[in-house]
């Protein structure tokens, strides 16, 4: 900072300079600026010189700042960009953020990959995600850690983050404070601008999951780690399990729910470098939908669902053959047995949370309570807890729902503690498990493919209130 100097004092003096940066952390769209001191000392004059320190006046970067139009009259010049190649939670946040601006402002704002060269006739571009542009790849490259990132410049807009999985929720963040009148944003039935100064950085950390809360945004970071090629007439993964040292999964050789003599292999893998250690014989476990591990009995319980949802069979986890039956007293299509307090948790219809323990003679499971369901229209799948919540997997079969979901239950206030995407919404999520920190969730994999996936997905908190505004 560039300081204008006048003699004034007769005494050695020291002075305050102010350093000011264009990038700081702001709570709810306020700006602070983060300053540095430095010290200069000068020598003695006589009394009849002065010295006078006048800094220069700071700009205020809304004073600088342009407004950019995306929307005029109901008409526009944007288009939004994504990558030919982006994932599916790309491509379907992509087009959310579209919709939103054409039902907010009339407008017809077109939508395409970056396979299409930008033009040359003053067309503008909102760019989601990785594409083909230099400024998408620069913008992407300044962006550090866990964080996602939106760049407003005269010539267009910019979101992009460290990993493609952050990118619906930094689509969220655009839709939630980009889109109401402000001091960055101008807002008609029929024209939108946005300023130039609206770039911001938000940063996330890893999930603390003692502690899920509602007014924390969560997201998703999903890793395939082990895929099964379908076996013969064996077609379709339904109810698993993973541990500390393997991972069990039902796969069924019919897609037809309503059948009780539905053939089932269980393949048993080594998280060590999931390869499979053995397969079972076939069998007969009706839908096989769920399947949770006792550890003192060393066994797998195998929740039937279809045809008879209080139906649960026993498995040997070394032999992996079928060893007892027991019953519960409310259908069940989701189990998961936890055993500090040797108890289980089952899912059943759209979700919610029932609690079983074991009747007297250890041959039945009783009841003791339930958590209300939320409404959705997704479909239940697995279920697995920790000490203090349970984690529903969901799969989306609606327009208006369009990613897979964690629904989370708070297990002590019997309530919704969060309702996360899942980063994996091109594949039907079968079943869910808690590992040292980290979900594992069986897939069947995209229409018409032979194999099955297991994927590692990791959990991620941002705060919306605090980002920082740049430049």
């Not at 998280?271 to 007969?284: A, E, H, Y």
């Not at 003192?296 to 070394?318: G, M, P, Q, R």
């Not at 060893?323 to 989701?334: C, E, F, N, Q």
């Not at 206030?413 to 920190?437: F, M, T």
Request: glycine share 6%.
């Amino acid at each position: 900072m560039n300081f204008k100097k006048i003699l004034i004092s007769a005494v050695a003096t020291t002075l305050l300079l102010s350093a000011f940066s264009s990038c700081g952390k702001t709570e709810e769209g306020t700006q602070v600026e983060q300053t540095s001191n430095t010290t200069e000392e000068t020598t003695t004059v006589s009394a009849v010189e002065t010295t006078e320190f006048v800094p220069e006046q700071t700009q205020d970067p809304l004073e600088n700042a342009t407004f950019l139009k995306i929307v005029e009259g109901k008409t526009s010049s944007f288009k939004v960009i994504r990558g030919d190649d982006a994932s599916d939670e790309v491509g379907v946040a992509s087009i959310h953020l579209r919709k939103a601006l054409n039902d907010a402002t009339g407008a017809n704002i077109g939508i395409t990959s970056d396979i299409v060269k930008p033009q040359s006739d003053g067309s503008m571009e909102i760019l989601v995600g990785k594409t083909n542009r230099a400024i998408s790849k620069e913008f992407q490259a300044s962006l550090t850690g866990y964080s996602f990132g939106i760049k407003v410049t005269e010539n267009g807009i910019v979101i992009a983050a460290t990993h493609e999985d952050f990118i619906p929720l930094a689509v969220d963040y655009f839709m939630e404070h980009y889109m109401e009148n402000g001091d960055l944003v101008k807002m008609t039935d029929s024209s939108y601008e946005i300023s130039t100064a609206a770039s911001v950085i938000c940063r996330g950390e890893l999930a603390d999951l003692t502690n899920i809360r509602r007014d924390t945004q969560y997201a998703t970071v999903s890793e395939l780690v082990a895929t099964l090629n379908k076996d013969g007439n064996f077609k379709a993964l339904q109810g698993g399990c993973v541990t500390k040292d393997f991972a069990y999964m039902a796969v069924l050789n019919t897609t037809d729910y309503d059948t009780q003599d539905a053939g089932c292999y269980i393949y048993k893998l080594s998280t060590d470098n999931w390869k499979i250690v053995k397969r079972s014989g076939v069998l007969m476990l009706a839908h096989a939908n769920d399947i949770t591990y006792h550890e003192e009995t060393n066994t797998l319980y195998v929740a039937h669902c279809y045809v008879d949802s209080t139906k649960i069979s026993i498995i040997d986890a070394d032999t992996l053959k079928l060893v007892g039956t027991i019953h519960t007293d409310i259908g069940v299509y989701a189990l998961d047995y936890h055993a500090p307090t040797d108890t289980f948790i089952g899912g059943r219809g759209k979700s919610g949370t029932i609690f079983f323990r074991y009747a007297s003679n250890g041959k039945r499971l009783i009841q003791t309570g339930m958590i209300k369901p939320i409404s959705t229209q997704m479909v239940t799948q697995g279920i697995c807890r920790d000490d203090n919540y349970a984690y529903h997997v969901m799969f989306s079969t609606d327009a208006n729902e369009p990613y897979n979901t964690i629904i989370i239950y708070d297990l002590e206030a019997k309530s919704l503690a969060h309702y996360v995407r899942l980063s994996i919404s091109d594949q039907e999520p079968e079943n869910i498990s808690l590992v040292d920190g980290a979900f594992y969730i069986g897939c069947n994999s995209k229409s018409g493919s032979n194999k099955l996936d297991i994927y590692k997905s990791i959990l991620y908190e941002f705060d919306f209130n605090t980002v920082e505004r740049c430049s």
